[in-house]
């Protein structure tokens, strides 16, 4: 239980482009999924607060409008890295929040992860 | 923002031994805790939550003190796999909002 999924687990992509990543909750439903940033050897760094039906809380710099999340269902969220740097290249991981605590074997208050995805920018 | 310390390490300790992780928090107002290993190249992973007064799972004990503001890891009889990166995690009260500390590094070695 308590099964979150990202896709793709890995990209490379020239410079320029934009990449889609997608964030689903496979056995429950997730009213908050959070998005995070991983450089090799540093900490978790959250980007971002994606709420079903509204707009993303943004964390102090990170660019909205580079970064554009979406979170159409309680069971997905994208993240669109748009004209890709190298500087992007990173480790992104999305975490859900379950609506319903005790469904699928999920715990109050606990962020289940995605297996990642690691996007390279050439 | 509200700040969440660890001790980066690495705690580089024999196997079967017995090894203390400590977690300091800022917000008086945090209301749960947790704790996740994180392997590398991986997604962290629930290791436990800490509610209260702590709790127990194997090996694993997790102690939470309000007064001094920190929580605590405890793991007994060190296994090989146990080499990972542990990170504390902190929830604000209220509205969720989740602070990660930097995660403590623990190599077990034969």
């Known amino acids: 239980g308590a099964v979150v999924s990202q896709h793709p687990s890995w990209v490379i992509c020239k410079s320029g482009t934009s990449v889609k990543i997608e964030c689903r909750s496979l056995?429950?439903?997730?009213?908050?999924m959070f998005w995070y940033r991983q450089f090799p050897k540093q900490s978790l760094m959250l980007m971002a607060t994606?709420?079903?039906?509204?707009?993303?809380?943004?964390e102090q710099g990170v660019e909205k409008d580079k970064f554009l999340i979406n979170h159409a269902s309680l069971t997905l969220s994208t993240l669109t890295v748009t004209s890709a740097h190298p500087e992007d290249s990173s480790f992104y991981i999305c975490?859900?929040?379950?609506?319903?605590?005790?469904?699928?074997?999920?715990?109050?208050?606990?962020?289940?992860f995605g297996p990642g995805t690691r996007l390279t920018v050439l | 923002r509200k700040e969440v310390e660890q001790d980066p390490g690495p705690f580089n300790v024999p196997e079967g031994a017995t090894v203390a992780f400590n977690c300091t928090y800022s917000?008086?107002?945090?209301?749960?805790f947790f704790w996740y290993r994180q392997d590398c190249r991986k997604e962290p992973k629930l290791l436990m939550s800490?509610?209260?007064s702590g709790n127990e799972d194997g090996r694993f004990t997790a102690q939470l003190n309000r007064a001094s503001q920190y929580i605590s890891l405890l793991i007994r009889d060190s296994k090989l796999s146990d080499s990972a990166t542990y990170l504390c995690?902190?929830?604000?009260?209220?509205?969720?909002?989740?602070?990660f500390g930097r995660g403590t590094s623990l190599i077990v070695h034969p």
């Open positions: 917000n008086s107002a945090s209301q749960s």
């Open positions: 056995d429950f439903q997730a009213t908050t």
């Open positions: 994606s709420n079903e039906g509204s707009k993303a809380t943004y």
């Open positions: 975490s859900a929040l379950p609506q319903r605590p005790g469904l699928a074997g999920t715990q109050k208050d606990t962020q289940y």
């Open positions: 995690v902190v929830n604000e009260g209220g509205s969720y909002i989740p602070t």
């Open positions: 800490v509610y209260s």
